[in-house]
Structure formats: C-alpha cells, structure tokens
C-alpha cells in the first residue's frame, strides 16, 4: 500500500477530530427518544456495512459504496445523535470486514468512516436548524419540511464529494476541484436515485419499520443500473483506447506503439514515486497520447522522405487535436493537458505552446521520455530499431533540453537493471517491464 503523504495525513487528521468533535455534541444534545429505535437503528447501521462491503470502483481506484440511501433515511428517522453513529458505526464495520478496505490502513479506514459520519451530521444539522421533529412521520412535516429534506440531501452530497475529493487531490497532486466536477459527472444521477430512495423508506419505515425488508429490492435496482453505468464508463475508455490503436494500425512500423508508451510511462510514473492515482492517469494518458494522428492524412504518418512544410503542420496539430477529443469524455478529462504537452520541450522550443521547464506537467514530461525512447528501440522503413547504448547517447545528449533530467535518469537506471528490456531491432515485440 502506497504511504500517504504528510499533507494527506494532516488533512486526515483533522477530518477526524472534527468528526469527533461533532458526534460528541450532537450526542450531548440528543434526547431519550420516546419509543425503543434500536432494532430499526441496528437494522440500517447493517445495511450501511453491507453497503460499504460491495462498492463500485470508478476512474483511479475511487470507490462508491451506495450506502446514501440509507444514511439519508437514518438523518430522517432519528434525532441527530443515533443518525451520526448509524452512520459512522455502520461504514466503520463494513471497512473492517471487508478484506479488500482492511488493506488501505486503519488511518484510510477511519477517514472513510469520518466523512461518512460528517456526511450524515452535516444533514442531520439542517434538519435541526429547521426544525424538524423525528417524533412525527416525514409526511406531517408539511411543504417546509420536505423542502429542506431536500435541502439535507444536497449538503449532505456536498459534504460527502468534497471531502473525498480534497483527499484524491492532495495524492494524486490535482486541484480538489477539478477531481470533484469529474466525480459529479460520475456519481450525480446515482446519488438523486440513493437519496430518493432515502425519502421514500423514511416516508413508509417510519410508521411500519416491518416494510423495510421491502425496500432492499429497489436498492439492488439502483446498485445494478450503477454497475452497468460503470461498465459502459469501462467500455468507453476501450473505445477511445481502440481509436488511439487505429493510428498505429495504419503504419506497420508502428503498431503497438502507444502501449507499449503506457508501459513505459507506467514504470517511469511509479520508479519516480508518483502516488497511485496519478500513475493510472499518466498510464491512461500515454495510451492515447497519439490519438489526434487519426486525423493526419495516411500518406503524411508513413511518408518516407522529407516532410514540407504542410505535413509539419498537419503532424503538429495532433497534440491538440488528441487533447480537444478526449475533453469530450470524462474518463479522460484530467489527462487531457499530458495528450497536448507531449512533444514539448523543456528549453521552450517544442509544441504546441512553448511551454518550458516546470511549466510542462510532469505526465506529459515522462510521456515525452518513453515516447521518445520507445520510437529510438523499434524499427523504422529506413532503419532498424538502435542499439540501446545510441539510445541511451541519444537521450543523454539531449537531457535537459529536450527532455526532463530527473526521467531520463529513471529511464537509465531502469534500463541498467534490466527492468525495461526491448529485443533489439524488433517491429512489435512487446516489451519486458518489471
């Protein structure tokens, strides 16, 4: 398991105290309810873990437990103190039974447990601010009361998506923000379907807690059309993989090429010590970092003599043209800068904006490597694949000013350990990457 920076772990830190602090109060301000709830409490605290023992795994190793509905319900039902440890009860025992989230670490454990908790608090105090009455069934707290039920359910996804997407920010080094509009492009229908179905056992458990067995049939609806939403998100990503391979089909001398760039940039990414979710991204953008050369006319990618001045430009525009139809699709959209910055050059002299040094990110920076050293190994019409000590002179030479220092040394290293092998002179032999 990838150790979690200090920034990540400070943040943590205080998600976690925070939602001690809350509970605590909230606690102290809940009254003795009039009737026993502790079969109904227990009965969704359950299905909170079970919830939390069958998520879905979206984009960089995020997942979603479809545990809002319940938790919805819970804020609706009982005073503010049982809700929170519904809640955080429930999400903590199903991360501690399920083998796989017993492997994040007690400390990623206890987070999710916490913005869980939060998530459920946060509701449960605009509830109390409105002055809602958990003695009374949902359908007697009149226009008002429905209107911020309403209003709960939308500050608790806020809560909720923030904070998990402040903590991917903070480990995979991109701005929380832009991390939270894709998990919204992701998540959004499945969440207005979990907390509808939230109101909906709130309004029938209230009054016949026996109806709730009920209710679990239209759960596993809504899991189900979620999975298949994800496999279609899977199915798109091998689509515009697909089109990426179309542009190395059309030239023998390349094909293959784009994967085995993914494989390099894969190893760079991790040898460098990225965090897990940025060498997925990076991994991601190198598979289709040549997309837009599927709108580069056939004769200018396998031309063998010189190229004019209009095949250059052509050529050159396929950085942006790569970028512009990935935008398009949110399984990319954070990939989108390394597609376009590939080919520049650290002294400002590449394409397509001259972007220098630093300024280049640092994914398009080790696609620009493994590109390179991949398009160097392996055969050419008017030559084979170099022998790997030209390679190495070649990269060497230009360290610095073409190429990132730091990656072309990681790609050395790498090599002199024999961690990336390329048969000499090969067309499309796949390469050995340990």
Request: charged content about 20%; aromatic content about 6%; overall charge neutral.
């Amino acid at each position: 398991m990838q150790r979690l920076s200090p920034a990540t772990r400070l943040y943590i830190t205080v998600v976690v105290l925070a939602t001690a602090i809350l509970v605590v109060a909230l606690l102290l301000n809940t009254k003795p309810p009039a009737a026993d709830p502790t079969i109904l409490a227990l009965a969704l605290g359950i299905l909170v873990a079970v919830a939390n023992l069958f998520p879905l795994t979206f984009a960089y190793k995020r997942n979603v437990s479809l545990d809002s509905a319940v938790i919805f319900a819970a804020v609706l039902l009982f005073d503010p103190g049982i809700a929170v440890l519904i809640a955080g009860l429930g999400c903590l025992a199903g991360d501690l039974i399920s083998s796989r989230k017993r492997a994040w670490g007690l400390l990623r454990i206890v987070f999710n447990a916490s913005q869980t908790t939060l998530q459920a608090g946060a509701g449960a105090l605009v509830l109390m601010l409105a002055g809602w009455n958990h003695a009374r069934p949902v359908t007697d707290q009149g226009t008002l009361g429905i209107l911020m039920a309403v209003v709960a359910a939308f500050v608790m996804y806020m809560v909720n998506t923030m904070l998990v997407a402040i903590v991917v920010g903070l480990e995979s080094g991109q701005a929380p923000l832009s991390v939270w509009r894709q998990s919204a492009d992701i998540i959004l229908a499945e969440q207005l379907s979990e907390f509808a179905l939230g109101l909906l056992a709130a309004i029938v458990i209230g009054p016949h807690p026996l109806a709730l067995p009920l209710l679990i049939f239209p759960a596993i609806a809504v899991y189900y059309s979620l999975e298949r939403h994800v496999q279609l998100r899977r199915q798109t990503i091998a689509a515009v993989e697909s089109m990426a391979d179309m542009v190395d089909i059309r030239d023998p001398y390349t094909a293959n090429h784009s994967r085995r760039v993914a494989e390099y940039s894969r190893a760079l990414a991790t040898d460098l010590g990225l965090r897990p979710e940025e060498i997925d991204l990076v991994e991601r953008a190198a598979r289709v970092h040549d997309l837009g050369k599927i709108m580069v006319d056939a004769a200018v990618l396998t031309k063998r003599g010189k190229l004019t001045s209009d095949d250059e430009h052509q050529l050159r525009q396929h950085p942006i043209t790569g970028a512009q139809i990935l935008s398009r699709f949110p399984q990319f959209s954070l990939a989108t800068s390394y597609v376009r910055h590939h080919h520049e050059r650290m002294d400002g002299s590449g394409y397509p904006d001259g972007l220098k040094g630093d300024d280049i990110p640092l994914g398009a920076r080790i696609i620009a490597v493994a590109d390179a050293f991949d398009s160097m190994s392996m055969a050419r019409p008017y030559r084979g694949g170099l022998p790997m000590e030209i390679v190495l002179s070649e990269l060497a030479r230009y360290r610095g000013s073409q190429w990132d220092e730091q990656i072309v040394d990681t790609l050395t290293t790498l090599i002199e350990k024999e961690r990336i092998m390329v048969p000499r002179g090969a067309k499309t032999s796949r390469p050995v990457v340990i």
